[in-house]
């Protein structure tokens, strides 16, 4: 069975800075890796997806991450955190031959003007 | 395009009371739907799924029950709520390698 953790329950930084959001998986076999961002009572929505080829996938709203097979890591990232960015981030795992995804707990994310 | 629906938004019930939440998808066929639970805006918890029409799979057992009687049509039901069934409900859809899409979600309340 597939997992994910999210080792950060909150992540501060400063408007301006780059932020890093931490995801670890575990999966057997190939996986795919989803970033969604949550705000307040509402559904998740979609940022990037990695599902093969360049280990490092670009998404909406200038986030990126990167894909670490050795390290069955998955970090997001943003170069220049907006206060806009504060928000609810899960990381999701699906291997190539199950159909069920699994979501890490959440980060959440507090960018401080 | 595709989109999906999910209703109510909000709900307030008693408890013993009986539950049904609707999910409907628009603009695609035979997807992957799904149900998560979200407690206190924290993590998902993966409810149900469903493959294909009549197909569901429970990942937690508890009073929650799942049923899909159209391709694109999912509803999760109870008989009888209990206290810790609030929560925040998800619906999603997903088809091939592609991302999961969420509707925007369910507040329910049980008193």
């Known amino acids: 069975a597939q997992s994910v953790a999210q080792p950060e329950d909150q992540v501060n930084v400063a408007e301006g800075n780059p932020l890093t959001v931490k995801c670890t998986y575990s999966?057997?076999?190939?996986?795919?890796l989803f970033w969604y961002v949550q705000y307040p009572n509402r559904g998740l929505q979609f940022l990037l997806k990695?599902?093969?080829?360049?280990?490092l996938v670009k998404g909406s709203y200038g986030f990126e991450a990167e894909f670490n097979k050795s390290q069955t890591s998955f970090h997001l990232k943003k170069p220049s955190a907006l206060v806009s960015d504060s928000a609810l981030y899960f990381c999701a795992v699906r291997a190539h031959t199950n159909n069920d995804m699994r979501f890490g707990a959440g980060t959440r994310l507090t960018v401080k003007p | 395009s595709q989109t999906i629906h999910q209703w109510p938004a909000t709900l307030v019930q008693p408890v013993g009371s009986p539950l049904s939440l609707e999910c409907t998808v628009e603009?695609?066929?035979?997807?992957?739907l799904y149900w998560y639970r979200q407690a206190a805006g924290r993590g998902l918890q993966l409810l149900f799924y469903?493959?294909?029409?009549?197909?569901i799979s429970s990942e937690v057992p508890q009073n929650l029950s799942a049923s899909r009687p159209q391709d694109r049509q999912f509803i999760l039901s109870s008989k009888k709520l209990l206290l810790s069934d609030s929560g925040f409900y998800l619906c999603?859809?997903?088809?091939?390698?592609?991302?999961?899409?969420f509707g925007q979600g369910t507040r329910l309340t049980v008193v």
């Open positions: 603009g695609t066929s035979n997807p992957n």
């Open positions: 999966v057997s076999g190939n996986p795919y």
């Open positions: 999603a859809w997903r088809s091939g390698f592609l991302e999961a899409f």
């Open positions: 990695y599902i093969t080829g360049d280990n």
């Open positions: 469903s493959v294909g029409i009549g197909q």
